[in-house]
């Protein structure tokens, strides 16, 4: 069963709920009178004190064992507090990432992480977010030996801050299978290059944000030239069902939004402007996550990969290192 | 007098010579039997040791007074190299920044710097390249008050690295006039949110580069989109010229290139893949910087702001801090 937060989607509760309903999955929808988490109040300090939140109590059912996943289109700092909070980090994980399903023309989707969650990273962190990521699109997107590539600006070994440095020398030196194929630049991304890309919460933010404000200016730049004289307005109208399919096709709704790896339960992190059919499909990607066991899987990987955080190291570690 | 590399354009010396004749400008170029710095030399080491290099004898002409600026298509981290080694930083800043003029459709274009000359910097090296982007924005665009932000993954002050923060506390407290107007999110970029945004040179070359590449992607998928039916196809002639012009005005051969600041004489890095057209346009550029006296300006900027590295801390700092 997955528990479904009722607040956050833009359209409202209803949208959430008919979303649910459109996912044929066995959903709980945990909404009022559970209130919502504003965007603009402080994660951490809200997802341990705001008990009547519909994204505490559906992160709290996750957490015991009432729900086998969450998903939540509110704002991404809550779900991650609440989910850290009540589902918990993976034991030997570093830092939970926010990791991204970014739609690719013609092509099956590209995973960027971390879109987010940590602004700051060191390279043991970036190396994990490869393994979560690669497990993730094997496990519930099917591909087989994902490429897995770090964002930098260059394609050579030293190119990029010092932690991409180090964080690619630590990945090219894998023996347990993980495809990593070295850094791909900007240009790259939204080529398909590779089908997990690795980077900071800053950057990937950054990066995210950046292809969804260029293509829509693309879009309707072309859109206004279009129109802007009636020849081409004409032509318009005869392109427009083509286009429509493309937008189709690239509908941040299809892909089901982001999801939170490195906890003990899927967690899926719906756009906040989702349509009823955007929260199904995040339903949808949140209980394929649960049936491929995901979480099992990646528990593997990362301990025959070697890469998790050492019980000494985590004596003498930060709380939330 | 423009002092203008030979070599390093994909179009080879021809487009060169052409583009010098376009601008209607008094250049020279340093062409045959001068060679070309490849993009695979380390360019601190070629700098200094290939005399034999076009770009190492036109930044020398520039060092020594025979040409007011320095125009190259050629590899950006040779032109960078050749540059503080023979036309030297201004006094006072920390580190040149390479300023990409990055068109906006239907707008001005907007400045981002640092574009790929610092992988890691401090706070206050954002700070200088924020007063040397409004100053270049205000004097060669001629834009009144430029609006200064900085690239952030949200708009709070609060969001942020810890040197994006510091930056902007510093950036707020300003009082010589710089319009700072906080930080833009990826989104706004291509929105004309800004005249300067300011980064760091990992993050700025990555989101030049994706703006490059999901333009292009996009432009691409639509095109092939449009192809795909008979109809559509009959549509796509009837907008073909609109879109041609739209091309035109998004095109980076329109805007001259980069620019690299914080030197002492202005020197514009235009596209490797410049047309003589590219090439003019980029000397036009370098002119109108000599014209309108850039740099004196622009050090008078940054020391009315107090934002110059102090000789105190300049003697104890490692030599290229």
Known sequence: MIALDGHGADGGVDVVIRGG???GLPVRVFGPPLTAIANDEEPARAARSRTDASIVAAAR????GEADALVSAGPTGATLAAAVLHIKRMRGVHRPAVAAVVPIPG???TLLLDAGANVEVRPEHLVQFAYMGAQFMEAVHGVVRPRVALLSNGEEAK??????????AR????????????NVEGTEVTRGAADVIVTDGFTGNVALKLMEGTAST???AIRDAIKSSPLSAVGGLLIRGRVAKLREQIDPNATGGAILLGVRKP???AHGKSSAEGIANAVRMAQRAVDEQMVEKTA????SAGVLRSVAAASVAQPDD
Chains 1, 2 share one sequence.
Request: proline share 2%; net charge negative; aromatic share 4%.
């Open 21 to 23: 309903e459109l996912s």
């Open 61 to 64: 059912a996750v957490g015991v």
């Open 107 to 109: 092509g099956r989707p």
């Open 159 to 168: 190119k990029g801050t010092e932690d991409v440095v180090a964080a690619y």
């Open 171 to 182: 990945l090219a030196e894998d023996s347990s299978g993980l495809n990593f194929v070295g």
């Open 218 to 220: 693309v879009t309707g």
């Open 267 to 269: 967690v899926v992190i």
């Open 300 to 303: 593997a990987l990362l301990e």
